[in-house]
C-alpha cells in the first residue's frame, strides 16, 4: 500500500516531530534550533542508513552519452509531498529514539528544480537528487543529521551552498556548473568528496578537512596540484585534467590509489616515497622513458600501474622491462602479470650467474654447430674421455697465471698452458700468445661467430674467451690444458662436455690481496674493491656447493700455494708420494728460480718446514729435469723410477701392464692404463646439478681425447641444444673431418649412447702396487667382456667432500676421497707414445 509520508509518521508518533507537516514543527526547527537533536544523534546509536557506497576503487564514469543518465521526465513545476513521499525509504529511529521517521529520500531523475518543500524533512541522513536540474540546495541547512548527500548531474553553480550538516560525510557534486572550492574547515567529518566534472581549476579550502580519504576531481580544468598536504587522502583521483607534473604530494602518506589517467604528466618525479601506494593509473599521458619507472621502484607496496596510451609503451621490451623494474606488481596495463614475464625480465636484465653461463654456453653451442664439422686423428685411447684440462679458477691476479705457468713447466709431460683470447691491450712484459692472445674486438666477435670458443666472458670491460683450439693443440701433444679463469668461466665450462679439474686459489688475507693489486699498478680503485670483494663471492661458492671445486688452496703466499698445487696435481697424476719436505722445497725453489719477485718468501720457505709431502716422481727428476723434453717418455722413465723399488714379481707385472699398453695404442683400443682405474656410476648430490659428478682426485692423471669423440661428434640429436650429446658434440675439443670431408647435419641425427652413463663415473686413483693384480683382473675382465663403461662390481658411490690443501696442514700422499662431487667423470692420462709429441700439430687426416 502506498502511503505518504506524513500519514505514515503521523500515525506512528508524535506530531511535532512530523517533517512532512506543511506548517508544522520541523519548519520552526531550524538548523541552530536543531543543534541539541543533531547531538542526540550523534550520541545515538544511529541506525545504519547508508547504502554501500560506490566502491571507492572504481572512477566515477564520465561518458557524457548520458549512459548513467536515467532517462529524464519532464520538468516538475514544484515537488508535492506526494512525490516525496514515493522516495522516502529505510525507516528508523528519530535521533531522540523516540519516533520512527524516514532516513532516506531518493529522487533521482526527475526533472526537479525546486525542492525548498524539503526543508521539513530534518530527519533524513541519505539524500539522493542526482539527475535533476536543481539549482538550489539551500535545503540542505535544514537536515542536520545528512550523512550522505548526492546532488551530482545537477545545475549547481554554488559550493556547498548550504548550512553545513555537522555530520556530512560523503559528498558527490560531480557533473554541476561549480567553478571555485572554497573554505570547508567547518566539514571537519567529510571524508568522500567527488566534484569530477565541474570546472574546477584550482584545490583549496581542504586543509581542515582532516576525515577527507577519498578526494575524486577528475575532468575540471586543473592544472597544478596543490592545497592537499597533509590531508588523510588514501584514494585521489584526478584523471582527466591538464595536470603536467606531479607534484605537492608528498605529504600525503596515507595515499594508496592515485588516478591522474587522461593528463599532460611526463615524468613520474613526484611519487617517490609513498610507501602505501598500492595502485597508480597514468593511462593517456606522455610519459616516455622507461627510466621514469625507476622513481616508482621502490614502492614497496605498489601492485597494479597503468601506463596505456603513453609514448613509453613504445619503447623496446617495454612490459619486460616495466615488469624488471618493478617485481611486485601483479598487474600492469589491465592485465595480470605472469610468473613467466618476470622470470623473463629478470632473466633478460639481471640473469642469474647460472643463466649467464648456460647462455654463453648456448651461444658458442649453436656457433659451433654451424660450422662445417672436421674429423681429426683422435689422440684419446679411449673411448668416452673427453679432452683432459685443468682449470686455476680465483679472483684476478690472485697468482693464478704466474701458477698455471710454473705448473706447466714443472710438469710439462702432462699440462700445456692454455692462452685465452681477450680484447685488453697487453701489459708490460706481457707476451702474445703466452700470457693470452691480445686481439681486437672485431677478431674476438669473428671468432665467436665462427664458433672459436668453448666459453667466454666479460670482465672489466674486457672480453676473455678460451678457444676450442687451445686445448685441441695441447692434445694433439698428448697434454693436457692448463688454464686460470673467473668463476664465471668456471660455471660456463661445467656445462660443457669438457670435466676438467677445478682448483680455487683464493686469498684469504684481504688487505695484502689489495695491497698486491695496488702494487701492481694496473687497477682503478673500483676495480681492486671489485676484486677483493670477489674472494667471498668464492668463499660463498665453494661453502654453498662443496665440491664444486676439486681443491681449494690459499695463495696469500704464492710459494706455499704452489707447493700445496704442485702436490694436489702429485695427486692427481697418481705419482707416488714418498718425498720429504726437504724435496718439495727443493722442487718448488727449483720450479721458483726464475720468479725473482718471490724470493724473500722462499727465504721463509727455506726456513720454515712446509710439512708437505711431495712425490718420488719429483724428488728423483726435479723440475729442471721436467722441462728437459729428452726426459718426457712418461713410461720409460716411470718404469725407471720404479723398477728400483719392485719386486721381481712386481716388475713382472708393470712388464706385462706395459705390453698391454702398448697393444692398446697400437691397436686405439682404450687404453690399459684407463681400465685400471675403477669405474660405478654415481649419482651426483641433486644440489649440484647434473654435470657435477663424483670422481677421485686422481683420476686427472689421464688426459687424453677419445674416439669417442668421434662417435659423438658424429651422434647429434636433433632434439635440444642442451642435450648431453649436442653438448658433447658442441663442446668436445675434437673437431672431426672425416676423409669424405665434413658430414651434413643430418647424418649426424643419430642418438647417441652411453653419454649419461659416462657422466656418473667414479674413478679411483692410480694405485701403483697393485699393478700386477689389476692387470690380472684386467685380463679377466676383457676376457668376460669388460668395457670400460661397464661398472665394476663392488665399487662404492660414497661421497666425500672436498679435499682443502694446506701447505700448513700436509694432505695425506695418497687421496682419500672415495668421490668427487665437483669433477666430472675424469679422464685418465695416457702414456705419451714416443714420437707423438712434436712441434708439427697433427694434420686433418682428410
Ligand atoms: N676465458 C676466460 N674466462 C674467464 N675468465 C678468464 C678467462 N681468461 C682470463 N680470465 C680471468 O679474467 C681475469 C682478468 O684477467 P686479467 O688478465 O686482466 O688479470 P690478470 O692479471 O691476468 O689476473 P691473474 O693474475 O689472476 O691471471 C683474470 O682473473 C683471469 O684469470
Known amino acids: 500500500m502506498q502511503v505518504s509520508a506524513a500519514n505514515s509518521i503521523v500515525g506512528l508518533g508524535s506530531p511535532c516531530l512530523s517533517p512532512v507537516s506543511p506548517s508544522g514543527t520541523a519548519i520552526a526547527m531550524g538548523p541552530l534550533v536543531m543543534q541539541e537533536k543533531v547531538d542526540t544523534v550523534l550520541r545515538s546509536d544511529t541506525p545504519e542508513v547508508l547504502e554501500s557506497p560506490r566502491s571507492l576503487r572504481e572512477p566515477p564514469e564520465y561518458s557524457s552519452s548520458g549512459e548513467e543518465e536515467p532517462a529524464m521526465k519532464e520538468e516538475v513545476a514544484q515537488l508535492t509531498e506526494e512525490d516525496v513521499s514515493s522516495g522516502l525509504s529505510s525507516l528508523g529511529n528519530s535521533a531522540s529514539g523516540l519516533e520512527h521517521v524516514y532516513l532516506h529520500l531518493s529522487l533521482p531523475g526527475r526533472n526537479l528544480r525546486d525542492i525548498s518543500i524539503l526543508c521539513n524533512y530534518v530527519h533524513l541522513q541519505k539524500l539522493e537528487l542526482s539527475h535533476n536540474k536543481i539549482q538550489d540546495l539551500s535545503c540542505v541547512s535544514y537536515m542536520p543529521y545528512l550523512i550522505k548527500l548526492d546532488a551530482s548531474h545537477n545545475e549547481l553553480e554554488e559550493y556547498f551552498g548550504f548550512e553545513p550538516p555537522k555530520n556530512l560525510t560523503e559528498v558527490d557534486f560531480s557533473y554541476n556548473r561549480m567553478s571555485e572550492m572554497k573554505d ?5 567529518s567529510l571524508s568522500k568528496l567527488i566534484l569530477d566534472y565541474n570546472e574546477f581549476v584550482e584545490i583549496k579550502g581542504l586543509e581542515q578537512c582532516s576525515s577527507l580519504t577519498h578526494l575524486s576531481l577528475g575532468s ?13 587522502i588514501k584514494e585521489l583521483w584526478l584523471r582527466g585534467n591538464q595536470i603536467q607534473k606531479i607534484e605537492n604530494l608528498e605529504n600525503l602518506q596515507n595515499l594508496q590509489a592515485l588516478d591522474l589517467s587522461f593528463n599532460k604528466i611526463q615524468s613520474l618525479c613526484g611519487l617517490q616515497n609513498h610507501d602505501l601506494l598500492e595502485t597508480i593509473n597514468l593511462e593517456s599521458n606522455q610519459i616516455s622513458e622507461i627510466d621514469e619507472v625507476r622513481h616508482i621502484h621502490d614502492l614497496p607496496l605498489l601492485r597494479d600501474l597503468n601506463l596505456l596510451r603513453n609514448p613509453i609503451q613504445e619503447q623496446p621490451d617495454y612490459r619486460l622491462s616495466v615488469l624488471f623494474l618493478l617485481q611486485r606488481l601483479t598487474h600492469l596495463d589491465q592485465e595480470r602479470v605472469k610468473a613467466e614475464e618476470k622470470v623473463a625480465a629478470v632473466n633478460k636484465y639481471d640473469p642469474p650467474p647460472e643463466v649467464i653461463a648456460a647462455r654463453d654456453h648456448m651461444t658458442h653451442v649453436v656457433y659451433q654447430i654451424m660450422q662445417p664439422q672436421l674429423i681429426y686423428d683422435s689422440t684419446l685411447p679411449s673411448l668416452d674421455a673427453p679432452y683432459p684440462m685443468l682449470v686455476l679458477t680465483g679472483p684476478q691476479a690472485c697468482g693464478k697465471r704466474e701458477l698455471a705457468h710454473k705448473l706447466c713447466r714443472e710438469f710439462s709431460d702432462f699440462f700445456a698452458y692454455g692462452a685465452c683470447h681477450t680484447t685488453r691491450s697487453p701489459y708490460f712484459g706481457e707476451v702474445d700468445g703466452a700470457d693470452y692472445h691480445f686481439v681486437s674486438d672485431e677478431i674476438f666477435e669473428n671468432m665467436i661467430c665462427m664458433g672459436k670458443f668453448i666459453q667466454t666472458m666479460k670482465y672489466g670491460g674486457h672480453y676473455y674467451g678460451l678457444a676450442r683450439e687451445a686445448i685441441e693443440s695441447a692434445a694433439r701433444e698428448g697434454l693436457a690444458c692448463c688454464v686460470h679463469m673467473e668463476l664465471e668461466g668456471v660455471r660456463s665450462l661445467k656445462n660443457t662436455y669438457f670435466e676438467p679439474r677445478y682448483i680455487l686459489l683464493i686469498p684469504l688475507d684481504k688487505k695484502e690481496y689489495a695491497r698486491r693489486l695496488r702494487m701492481r699498478g694496473l687497477y682503478s680503485r673500483s676495480q681492486i674493491e671489485i676484486a677483493v670483494s670477489r674472494i667471498d663471492t668464492y668463499i660463498k661458492m665453494n661453502r ?3 665440491g664444486y671445486f676439486d681443491t681449494v688452496i690459499p695463495c696469500d703466499d704464492h710459494v706455499e700455494a704452489y707447493v700445496s698445487l704442485s702436490q694436489s696435481v702429485r695427486e692427481y697424476l697418481g705419482l707416488e708420494n714418498q718425498t ?4 718439495a722445497k727443493a722442487a718448488v725453489e727449483d720450479a721458483y728460480s726464475d720468479w725473482p719477485h718471490e724470493s724473500p718468501v722462499q727465504e721463509n720457505m727455506r726456513d720454515s718446514p712446509c710439512g708437505v709431502t711431495v712425490s718420488n716422481y719429483a724428488h728423483s727428476t726435479g723440475a729442471n729435469e721436467l722441462v728437459d723434453p729428452a726426459s718426457r717418455n ?10 728400483a723399488q719392485k719386486s721381481p714379481a712386481e716388475e713382472a707385472s708393470i712388464r706385462r701392464r706395459q705390453q698391454a699398453v702398448r697393444e692398446a695404442l697400437q691397436r686405439k683400443s682404450p687404453s690399459t692404463y684407463t681400465q685400471l682405474f675403477t669405474r660405478c656410476p654415481l649419482t651426483a648430490p641433486a644440489s649440484l646439478g647434473p654435470q657435477q659428478h663424483l670422481v677421485d682426485p686422481a683420476s686427472c692423471s689421464s688426459m687424453v681425447p677419445s674416439a669417442s669423440n668421434i662417435t659423438q661428434n658424429r651422434s647429434l640429436s636433433a632434439g635440444s641444444l642442451a642435450s648431453s650429446s649436442e653438448e658433447s658434440r658442441a663442446s668436445s675439443g675434437l673437431s672431426m673431418l672425416s676423409s669424405a670431408g665434413a658430414f651434413s647435419l643430418e647424418e649426424t641425427l643419430v642418438p647417441s649412447k652411453g653419454l649419461s652413463a659416462e657422466k656418473e663415473l667414479l674413478v679411483e686413483p692410480l694405485d701403483i702396487s697393485r699393478l700386477g693384480s689389476d692387470l690380472e683382473c684386467l685380463k679377466d675382465q ?29 694432505s695425506p700422499g695418497v687421496p682419500l676421497l672415495l668421490a ?11 702414456p705419451i707414445p714416443s714420437g707423438r709429441r712434436s712441434s708439427e700439430a697433427q694434420t686433418p687426416t682428410g
Do not use: W
Open 580 to 583: 720429504t719436505t726437504e724435496n
Open 220 to 232: 575540471n580544468r586543473i592544472s597544478h596540484i596543490d592545497g592537499l598536504d597533509n590531508l588523510p
Open 184 to 188: 570547508l574547515s567547518v566539514y571537519s
Open 634 to 643: 712418461y713410461s720409460v722413465k716411470v718404469q725407471a723410477k720404479l723398477s
Open 782 to 810: 676383457i676376457n668376460s667382456g669388460y668395457t670400460p663403461d661397464t661398472p665394476r662390481p663392488g665399487s662404492s658411490g660414497e661421497l666425500t667432500n672436498v679435499q682443502s690443501v694446506h701447505p700448513k696442514s700436509p
Open 544 to 546: 654453498d656447493y662443496p
Open 820 to 830: 668427487r662431487p665437483g669433477s666430472n667423470t675424469k679422464p685418465v692420462l695416457p
